[in-house]
C-alpha cells in the first residue's frame, strides 16, 4: 500500500507492504537508522519516535497507522545538526554533559521518550523521571546518569523544538560513504 | 609532566554520533545484493532430526537457499577457548558444537538450529522457515545442574552418560581443610543457587558475512566485543580460511557483558553461506532469538562451609559446587567457574584453608560463558553471604567481623603482593579504609538505631555489606596458558605519528560502551603532551589494527592501555634521538614535556610536530636511524590486577507482602588510578544495575521439559529505572604496581559486589524482625521473601 508520512520535516511518499511496521520503514526503507529495535515485544523502548508530537514504540504500529502523520526520529531532533554547524537538543547536551550513555543502544528511545516528558512536565522529579522511563530498558548506565540527563536538560531547556525544516541526513548517503568501503566498490563495478 | 587530561572527567568524544542517530550498529548496515538469514530452531532443548524437509521453503519466491545441518556436516564445530582437565587426568569432554544439527542428530537446547533459510528480504526468511517440514523425535531434556548428575538423568551427549564436561578441585589439600573445617568453633554452612541470568545486552547480536569474488575476500561484520578473537576462532578452527583473507570489523557495538565474547555458530554460517552464494548474507537475532541463543551467565550449585575459631577469625572454607555449561562449551565456559572463581575464594580474608570440589556439567540449555564479572561475582557471593550470615549467627557485628579477618594493607612495591591460598598473588591493597568509609558514607550507628524502631513497624530496615576481590587486566598469557587457556592474553597497540604530528592510535581493544574513544585519547594526549583533538582512536576492524584480544575481564586499560603506552615509549625514545640532532645536543640533554624536546636548561626546544615531519622528511637525520615514527607493541601483562572495594545495600521489607525496596547502594571502589572519573563511575552504577538485578528481578526459569518460560521482556524481569535508587560511590586509588598506568580496571566491579550486599541486606531485616532465615533463593521476589517469613 501506499503511505505518506513527514518524517523529521520531509514528507515522503512510500510504498510499504501492509505488515510493515514503523520501525522497519524507518530503518529499513527510509536508513533512518537511529531508531533501533532491542526486543520484540515492544517492551524495551528502544524503537521510541514521535507521531504527531505524541512518543510511541514504533514496533508496535504499522508503517500505514503512520499514513498522514508527522514523525521525529532521533536524526531530528537536533535544532541544527550539519557537518560545519551543530546546535543539539538540550536532551542530547544532558545525556553528554551528564554521562546518560554509554553503548548508545537505547540512548535514541531515552531521549524521545524524556523529550515527550519535559513536553508535559517541564520539571519532573526525580521520581516522574523514573517512572516516565519505566517503558525503556538500558543495560548499561543503571539509570543514574540517564535521570540526570534529563534533569540537566530540564533546567537548560530554551523551547527546545526540534527545528522540522531541516532536511535531515539521508542515511543513505553516509551508509555508502562510511559504512561500506572496500566491499562495497567492488560490488559497484 | 603533569596531567591535563589525565583524571579529569573528560565528555565523551564518542558520544555525538549515538545522540543524533548516527551510531552505526552491524545491523544498521546494508550492502548491495545482500540477502537475509533466518533460522530454523529446534522448539524442543533435547530430539532427534528424523527427516528434513525444505523443498516447498526452496520453491517460495524470493527464497535464494536453504541450507540444512547436512550441507555443513563436514565444517568444524565452533571452538571452546580453554581446557580444564578432570581432575583425574582425563582430558576434558568438547563435544562439537555443530553450526546446524544435521538429520540423524539431535538438537541439545531449544533453538539449537537445524537450518538456514537465505532470502532477498527478511520477511520472506522469516516467512519461508515456517515452510520447512522438520520431523522431530522428542527425548528427555533436563536443564538443572544437579539434577543431570543423577543417575538416570537424560543424556546430552550419548558418549558422555554422566553428564560431567569436567570436574577440578583446587586449594589447599581436602583433608588440611576438613580438619580445619571440624576444628572450628563455628561453622557456617550455606546450600544455594546462584541462579542462571541473561546477559541481555541492548543490541541484538547481529552479522553479516560478505565474500567478495573479486578479491576472494571475506569480511564479517560483526557485533562482537572481540574482533580479531573471531577471525581466529573461525579462520583457524571452523571454517579452515586463511586468516589474510578475511577481514572481520566489530563497528558500534551495543553492549556485550561477556554475552560477546563467544564465537557464535551463526558468525561463522553467515560467512560461510556468503561464499556459497557470492553476495552478502545478514542476520540479526531478535530479542526472543537472544534469550535461547545468547551465551548466559552464573548458574552455580554450592555448599559453602566458612568455619571460625572462638574469635572468630576464618579457619577454613569448604565449596562444592556444580557448574552448569549447558550442551556446549562456549569459548570462556571451563575457565569461568574455576580459573575465574575457584582462585578468588581467598577474598580479602586472611583464610588459611581452602578448597573447593567442582563439577561442570552439561545441561539440556543454551551454553553458559563469561557474564560481567564471570566467576568472580560467584565467588563473591559466597564469601560474602557465608560471612554475613556467620556474623548473624555468631551474635557479632558484620563489618567488625570483615575488619578482624581483613588481610592487612600491602602496596606491592615496599611490600610484596599477597600470596593467597588459591594460586593468585594479589598485587596492591588496601581493604579496611574502603568498608571504613562505606560505613562512614552510610552512617552505620545511626542506621542500626533506625533499624531498631522499625523492626516494630510493617517494614523492615536491613543492611547488606559486601567486601569483594576481583582478578581483572586478563591475563598473563604464561600464567592462563598453564591454566588450559588456548590463547595468549596479552593486548596489541599502534602508535602513528602522522607527518604533522596528529596520532593515530590503533588498539585491539573493542569499545561497546566503554569509552575507550575518549579515555584511550586522554592518555595519548597527555603522555605526549599534545591536544586531544590531534588523537584518535582506531579500533574495531582487524584490516587496520594489527591484532587484538579484545575487551572483557576489565582488562582494557590495564593491557590494552599498556600496549600503548609501550609504543609511545618507542616514539618518545626515536623521537629524542632525531630532537638531538636537530638540537645539535645528546640525547641525555634534553628532557621531554608539554609536547616539547627542550634542552635541560636552555630555552632551545624543538616541538613534536617538527620532530615528526623530520621524522618523514629525513633531509637533517641522524646516521643510521630509520625514517618514520610509527610503533607497534605487545604488552602481556605480569599479573592480574586487583581492584576491591565495599559495596553496601540498604532495603525495607514490607512485612505484609514481601516487597523488598532498595533504598540505598553504596559504592566504595578501588579500581587504582582512574583516568576519567565519569567514565569510571558510569560503569560502576551500570555493574551495580546487573548485580542487583541478579539480586532481586532476574533469572531463568526452566520447565520441566528443559523449555525457558520466560524467554522475552514481557517475562524476564530487567532491572528498570524506578526499580533502582540513585547510587552512592566513592574511590579510593590503591595503584596497580605492574602496569605502567598503574590501572586495575573498572568494567566489573559493580556487578561483583552489589549481589551479595542487597541479599544481605534482606537476609538481615528478615532477622531483625526475628525470622532466622539462612537463604532465599535469587532472585528475591515478593513472594520467595513472604514466604520466608511466614
Same mark, same amino acid.
Given at each position: 500500500?501506499?503511505?505518506?508520512?513527514?518524517?523529521?520535516?520531509?514528507?515522503?511518499?512510500?510504498?510499504?507492504?501492509?505488515?510493515?511496521?514503523?520501525? /522497519?520503514?524507518?530503518?529499513?526503507?527510509?536508513?533512518?537508522?537511529?531508531?533501533?529495535?532491542?526486543?520484540?515485544?515492544?517492551?524495551?523502548?528502544?524503537?521510541?519516535? +514521535?507521531?504527531?508530537?505524541?512518543?510511541?514504540?514504533?514496533?508496535?504500529?504499522?508503517?500505514?497507522?503512520?499514513?498522514?502523520?508527522?514523525?521525529?526520529?532521533?536524526?531530528?531532533?537536533?535544532? @541544527?545538526?550539519?557537518?560545519?554547524?551543530?546546535?543539539?537538543?538540550?536532551?542530547?547536551?544532558?545525556?553528554?554533559?551528564?554521562?546518560?550513555?554509554?553503548?548508545?543502544?537505547?540512548?535514541?528511545?531515552?531521549?524521545?521518550?524524556?523529550?515527550?516528558?519535559?513536553?508535559?512536565?517541564?520539571?519532573?522529579?526525580?521520581?516522574?523521571?523514573?517512572?516516565?522511563?519505566?517503558?525503556?530498558?538500558?543495560?548499561?548506565?543503571?539509570?543514574?546518569?540517564?535521570?540526570?540527563?534529563?534533569?540537566?536538560?530540564?533546567? +537548560?531547556?530554551?523551547?527546545?523544538?526540534?527545528?522540522?525544516?531541516?532536511?535531515?541526513?539521508?542515511?543513505?548517503?553516509?551508509?555508502?560513504?562510511?559504512?561500506?568501503?572496500?566491499?562495497?566498490?567492488?560490488?559497484?563495478? | 609532566?603533569?596531567?591535563?587530561?589525565?583524571? @579529569?572527567?573528560?565528555?565523551?568524544?564518542?558520544?555525538?554520533?549515538?545522540?543524533?542517530?548516527?551510531?552505526?550498529?552491524?545491523?544498521?548496515?546494508?550492502?548491495?545484493?545482500?540477502?537475509?538469514?533466518?533460522?530454523?530452531?529446534?522448539?524442543?532443548?533435547?530430539?532427534?532430526?528424523?527427516?528434513?524437509?525444505?523443498?516447498?521453503?526452496?520453491?517460495?519466491?524470493?527464497?535464494?537457499?536453504?541450507?540444512?545441518?547436512?550441507?555443513?556436516?563436514?565444517?568444524?564445530?565452533? %571452538?571452546?577457548?580453554?581446557?580444564?582437565?578432570?581432575?583425574?587426568?582425563?582430558?576434558?569432554?568438547?563435544?562439537?558444537?555443530?553450526?546446524?544439527?544435521?538429520?540423524?542428530?539431535?538438537?541439545?537446547?531449544?533453538?539449537?538450529?537445524?537450518?538456514?533459510?537465505?532470502?532477498?528480504?527478511?520477511?520472506?526468511?522469516?516467512?519461508?522457515?515456517?515452510?520447512?517440514?522438520?520431523?522431530?523425535?522428542?527425548?528427555?531434556?533436563?536443564?538443572?545442574?544437579?539434577?543431570?548428575?543423577? %543417575?538416570?538423568? %537424560?543424556?546430552?551427549?550419548?558418549?558422555?552418560?554422566?553428564?560431567?564436561?569436567?570436574?577440578?578441585?583446587?586449594?589447599?589439600?581436602?583433608?588440611?581443610?576438613?580438619?580445619?573445617?571440624?576444628?572450628?568453633?563455628?561453622?557456617?554452612?550455606?546450600?544455594?543457587?546462584?541462579?542462571?541470568?541473561?546477559?541481555?545486552?541492548?543490541?541484538?547480536?547481529?552479522?553479516?558475512?560478505?565474500?567478495?569474488?573479486?578479491?576472494?575476500?571475506?569480511?564479517?561484520?560483526?557485533?562482537?566485543?572481540?574482533?580479531?578473537?573471531?577471525?581466529?576462532?573461525?579462520?583457524?578452527?571452523?571454517?579452515?580460511?586463511?586468516? /589474510?583473507?578475511?577481514?572481520?570489523?566489530?563497528?558500534?557495538?551495543?553492549?556485550?557483558?561477556?554475552?560477546?565474547?563467544? /564465537?557464535?555458530?551463526?558468525?561463522?554460517?553467515?560467512?560461510?553461506?556468503?561464499?556459497?552464494?557470492? @553476495?552478502?548474507?545478514?542476520?540479526?537475532?531478535?530479542?526472543?532469538?537472544?534469550?535461547?541463543?545468547?551465551?548466559?551467565?552464573?548458574?552455580?550449585?554450592?555448599?559453602?562451609?566458612?568455619?571460625?575459631?572462638?574469635?572468630?577469625?576464618?579457619?577454613?572454607?569448604?565449596?562444592?559446587?556444580?557448574?552448569?555449561?549447558?550442551?556446549?562449551?562456549?569459548?570462556?565456559?571451563?575457565?569461568?567457574?574455576?580459573?575465574?572463581?575457584?582462585?578468588?575464594?581467598?577474598?580479602?580474608?586472611?583464610?588459611?584453608?581452602?578448597?573447593?570440589?567442582?563439577?561442570?556439567?552439561?545441561?539440556?540449555?543454551?551454553?553458559?560463558?563469561?557474564?560481567?564479572?564471570?566467576?568472580?561475582?560467584?565467588?563473591?557471593?559466597?564469601?560474602?553471604?557465608?560471612?554475613?550470615?556467620?556474623?548473624?549467627?555468631?551474635?557479632?557485628?558484620?563489618?567488625?567481623?570483615?575488619?578482624?579477618?581483613?588481610?592487612?594493607?600491602?602496596?606491592?612495591?615496599?611490600?610484596?603482593?599477597? @600470596?593467597?591460598?588459591?594460586?593468585?598473588?594479589?598485587?596492591?591493597?588496601?581493604?579496611?579504609?574502603?568498608?571504613?568509609?562505606?560505613?562512614?558514607?552510610?552512617?552505620?550507628?545511626?542506621?542500626?538505631?533506625?533499624?531498631?524502631?522499625?523492626?516494630?513497624?510493617?517494614?523492615?530496615?536491613?543492611?547488606?555489606?559486601?567486601?569483594?576481590?576481583?582478578?581483572?587486566?586478563?591475563?598473563?598469557?604464561?600464567?592462563?596458558?598453564?591454566?588450559?587457556?588456548?590463547?595468549?592474553?596479552?593486548?596489541?597497540?599502534?602508535?602513528?605519528?602522522?607527518?604533522?604530528?596528529?596520532?593515530?592510535?590503533?588498539?585491539?581493544?573493542?569499545?561497546?560502551?566503554?569509552?575507550?574513544?575518549?579515555?584511550?585519547?586522554?592518555?595519548?594526549?597527555?603522555?605526549?603532551?599534545?591536544?586531544?583533538?590531534?588523537?584518535?582512536?582506531?579500533?574495531?576492524?582487524?584490516?587496520?589494527?594489527?591484532?587484538?584480544?579484545?575487551?572483557?575481564?576489565?582488562?582494557?586499560?590495564?593491557?590494552?592501555?599498556?600496549?600503548?603506552?609501550?609504543?609511545?615509549?618507542?616514539?618518545?625514545?626515536?623521537?629524542?634521538?632525531?630532537?638531538?640532532?636537530?638540537?645539535?645536543?645528546?640525547?641525555?640533554?634534553?628532557?621531554?614535556?608539554?609536547?616539547?624536546?627542550?634542552?635541560?636548561?636552555?630555552?632551545?626546544?624543538?616541538?613534536?610536530?617538527?620532530?615528526?615531519?623530520?621524522?618523514?622528511?629525513?633531509?637533517?637525520?641522524?646516521?643510521?636511524?630509520?625514517?618514520?615514527?610509527?610503533?607497534?607493541?605487545?604488552?602481556?601483562?605480569?599479573?592480574?590486577?586487583?581492584?576491591?572495594?565495599? +559495596?553496601?545495600?540498604?532495603?525495607?521489607?514490607?512485612?505484609?507482602?514481601?516487597?523488598?525496596?532498595?533504598?540505598?547502594?553504596?559504592?566504595?571502589?578501588?579500581?587504582?588510578?582512574?583516568?576519567?572519573?565519569?567514565?569510571?563511575?558510569?560503569?560502576?552504577?551500570?555493574?551495580?544495575?546487573?548485580?542487583?538485578?541478579?539480586?532481586?528481578?532476574?533469572?531463568?526459569?526452566?520447565?520441566?521439559?528443559?523449555?525457558?518460560?520466560?524467554?522475552?521482556?514481557?517475562?524476564?524481569?530487567?532491572?528498570?529505572?524506578?526499580?533502582?535508587?540513585?547510587?552512592?560511590?566513592?574511590?579510593?586509588?590503591?595503584?596497580?604496581?605492574?602496569?605502567?598506568?598503574?590501572?586495575?580496571?573498572?568494567?566489573?566491579?559493580?556487578?561483583?559486589?552489589?549481589?551479595?550486599?542487597?541479599?544481605?541486606?534482606?537476609?538481615?531485616?528478615?532477622?531483625?524482625?526475628?525470622?532466622?532465615?539462612?537463604?532465599?533463593?535469587?532472585?528475591?521476589?515478593?513472594?520467595?521473601?513472604?514466604?520466608?517469613?511466614?
Amino acid at each position: 500500500m501506499q503511505i505518506q508520512v513527514t518524517v523529521n520535516g520531509k514528507t515522503r511518499k512510500s510504498e510499504v507492504e501492509d505488515r510493515t511496521l514503523l520501525v /522497519h520503514y524507518l530503518r529499513d526503507q527510509l536508513h533512518l537508522t537511529g531508531t533501533h529495535v532491542g526486543c520484540d515485544t515492544s517492551s524495551c523502548g528502544a524503537c521510541t519516535v +514521535h507521531v504527531d508530537g505524541v512518543a510511541v514504540k514504533s514496533c508496535t504500529l504499522l508503517a500505514a497507522q503512520a499514513d498522514g502523520c508527522a514523525v521525529t526520529t532521533i536524526e531530528g531532533m537536533a535544532i @541544527q545538526d550539519s557537518p560545519t554547524t551543530s546546535q543539539l537538543h538540550p536532551l542530547q547536551e544532558g545525556f553528554k554533559e551528564c554521562h546518560g550513555l554509554q553503548c548508545g543502544f537505547c540512548t535514541p528511545g531515552m531521549i524521545m521518550t524524556a523529550a515527550d516528558l519535559l513536553k508535559h512536565n517541564p520539571n519532573p522529579s526525580e521520581a516522574e523521571i523514573r517512572e516516565a522511563l519505566e517503558g525503556n530498558i538500558c543495560r548499561c548506565t543503571g539509570y543514574h546518569n540517564i535521570v540526570k540527563a534529563i534533569q540537566w536538560a530540564a533546567t +537548560h531547556s530554551t523551547k527546545p523544538e526540534p527545528n522540522q525544516q531541516e532536511e535531515p541526513v539521508v542515511a543513505d548517503e553516509h551508509l555508502f560513504t562510511n559504512d561500506v568501503t572496500t566491499g562495497e566498490v567492488v560490488e559497484t563495478h | 609532566m603533569s596531567n591535563k587530561f589525565i583524571g @579529569q572527567s573528560v565528555k565523551r568524544l564518542e558520544d555525538k554520533r549515538f545522540l543524533t542517530g548516527k551510531g552505526r550498529y552491524t545491523d544498521d548496515i546494508n550492502l548491495p545484493g545482500m540477502l537475509h538469514a533466518h533460522f530454523v530452531r529446534s522448539p524442543y532443548a533435547h530430539a532427534r532430526v528424523q527427516s528434513i524437509d525444505t523443498t516447498e521453503a526452496l520453491a517460495m519466491e524470493g527464497v535464494v537457499a536453504v541450507f540444512t545441518g547436512d550441507d555443513v556436516k563436514e565444517l568444524n564445530g565452533v %571452538p571452546c577457548g580453554w581446557q580444564v582437565n578432570f581432575r583425574n587426568g582425563e582430558t576434558m569432554r568438547e563435544p562439537k558444537h555443530p553450526m546446524l544439527i544435521a538429520t540423524g542428530d539431535t538438537a541439545k537446547h531449544v533453538g539449537d538450529p537445524v537450518a538456514v533459510i537465505i532470502a532477498e528480504t527478511k520477511s520472506i526468511a522469516t516467512d519461508a522457515a515456517e515452510a520447512v517440514m522438520v520431523e522431530w523425535e522428542e527425548l528427555p531434556a533436563i536443564a538443572s545442574p544437579a539434577d543431570a548428575l543423577k %543417575p538416570g538423568a %537424560p543424556k546430552v551427549h550419548d558418549q558422555y552418560p554422566d553428564n560431567k564436561a569436567f570436574d577440578w578441585t583446587f586449594g589447599n589439600p581436602v583433608e588440611e581443610v576438613d580438619a580445619a573445617i571440624e576444628s572450628a568453633a563455628h561453622v557456617t554452612t550455606l546450600e544455594f543457587v546462584n541462579q542462571r541470568v541473561v546477559p541481555n545486552a541492548m543490541e541484538p547480536r547481529a552479522y553479516i558475512g560478505h565474500y567478495d569474488t573479486v578479491s576472494d575476500k571475506y569480511t564479517l561484520y560483526t557485533s562482537t566485543q572481540n574482533p580479531h578473537l573471531i577471525r581466529l576462532l573461525m579462520c583457524a578452527f571452523v571454517l579452515g580460511i586463511p586468516e /589474510h583473507k578475511v577481514r572481520v570489523v566489530g563497528p558500534d557495538v551495543g553492549g556485550g557483558f561477556g554475552s560477546k565474547i563467544y /564465537h557464535y555458530t551463526e558468525e561463522a554460517l553467515v560467512t560461510w553461506a556468503s561464499k556459497q552464494l557470492g @553476495q552478502p548474507v545478514k542476520w540479526t537475532s531478535d530479542r526472543s532469538e537472544a534469550f535461547l541463543m545468547d551465551a548466559h551467565g552464573r548458574d552455580h550449585v554450592t555448599k559453602a562451609e566458612m568455619g571460625f575459631d572462638a574469635d572468630g577469625n576464618i579457619t577454613g572454607l569448604r565449596i562444592k559446587t556444580i557448574a552448569n555449561m549447558g550442551a556446549y562449551l562456549s569459548t570462556f565456559a571451563p575457565a569461568v567457574p574455576t580459573y575465574l572463581h575457584g582462585t578468588l575464594l581467598q577474598g580479602v580474608y586472611t583464610t588459611p584453608k581452602i578448597n573447593i570440589d567442582m563439577t561442570c556439567v552439561f545441561t539440556h540449555t543454551v551454553a553458559v560463558d563469561a557474564y560481567r564479572g564471570a566467576g568472580r561475582p560467584e565467588a563473591t557471593y559466597l564469601l560474602e553471604r557465608l560471612i554475613d550470615l556467620a556474623a548473624l549467627e555468631m551474635g557479632k557485628d558484620p563489618a567488625q567481623l570483615r575488619f578482624q579477618n581483613f588481610i592487612p594493607p600491602f602496596d606491592g612495591v615496599t611490600q610484596p603482593g599477597y @600470596q593467597t591460598q588459591v594460586a593468585l598473588q594479589y598485587d596492591s591493597g588496601n581493604y579496611h579504609p574502603v568498608l571504613e568509609k562505606g560505613l562512614e558514607m552510610l552512617g552505620y550507628d545511626d542506621f542500626r538505631q533506625a533499624q531498631k524502631e522499625a523492626a516494630q513497624s510493617n517494614k523492615l530496615l536491613g543492611v547488606g555489606i559486601s567486601t569483594y576481590i576481583e582478578a581483572c587486566g586478563i591475563a598473563p598469557s604464561a600464567v592462563v596458558g598453564a591454566l588450559g587457556a588456548r590463547a595468549g592474553l596479552y593486548e596489541s597497540a599502534q602508535v602513528r605519528v602522522q607527518p604533522t604530528g596528529k596520532v593515530s592510535v590503533f588498539t585491539g581493544s573493542h569499545s561497546h560502551g566503554q569509552g575507550h574513544e575518549t579515555t584511550f585519547v586522554q592518555v595519548v594526549a597527555d603522555k605526549l603532551g599534545i591536544p586531544m583533538e590531534d588523537v584518535e582512536l582506531v579500533h574495531g576492524d582487524s584490516d587496520t589494527v594489527a591484532f587484538g584480544m579484545g575487551t572483557y575481564g576489565s582488562r582494557s586499560l590495564a593491557v590494552g592501555g599498556s600496549a600503548i603506552m609501550k609504543s609511545i615509549d618507542k616514539v618518545l625514545e626515536k623521537g629524542a634521538k632525531i630532537a638531538a640532532h636537530k638540537l645539535e645536543c645528546a640525547e641525555g640533554d634534553l628532557e621531554y614535556g608539554n609536547g616539547k624536546w627542550t634542552v635541560k636548561g636552555t630555552d632551545k626546544s624543538i616541538g613534536f610536530g617538527d620532530v615528526a615531519l623530520t621524522a618523514y622528511v629525513p633531509h637533517v637525520y641522524p646516521a643510521g636511524l630509520e625514517p618514520g615514527l610509527d610503533f607497534s607493541s605487545f604488552y602481556d601483562p605480569a599479573n592480574f590486577t586487583y581492584p576491591f572495594g565495599c +559495596h553496601i545495600a540498604v532495603v525495607e521489607v514490607d512485612k505484609e507482602t514481601g516487597k523488598v525496596t532498595l533504598k540505598r547502594m553504596i559504592a566504595v571502589d578501588d579500581v587504582g588510578n582512574i583516568i576519567n572519573p565519569m567514565i569510571v563511575e558510569g560503569q560502576i552504577h551500570g555493574g551495580l544495575a546487573q548485580g542487583i538485578g541478579q539480586a532481586l528481578l532476574e533469572g531463568t526459569i526452566y520447565d520441566e521439559n528443559a523449555q525457558l518460560t520466560n524467554g522475552s521482556y514481557m517475562d524476564y524481569c530487567m532491572p528498570r529505572a524506578d526499580d533502582l535508587p540513585m547510587f552512592e560511590t566513592a574511590n579510593q586509588t590503591t595503584p596497580c604496581p605492574h602496569n605502567p598506568l598503574g590501572v586495575k580496571g573498572a568494567g566489573e566491579a559493580g556487578a561483583i559486589g552489589s549481589t551479595p550486599a542487597v541479599v544481605n541486606a534482606v537476609i538481615d531485616a528478615l532477622w531483625s524482625g526475628g525470622h532466622q532465615v539462612k537463604d532465599i533463593l535469587m532472585p528475591l521476589t515478593p513472594e520467595r521473601v513472604w514466604r520466608a517469613m511466614n
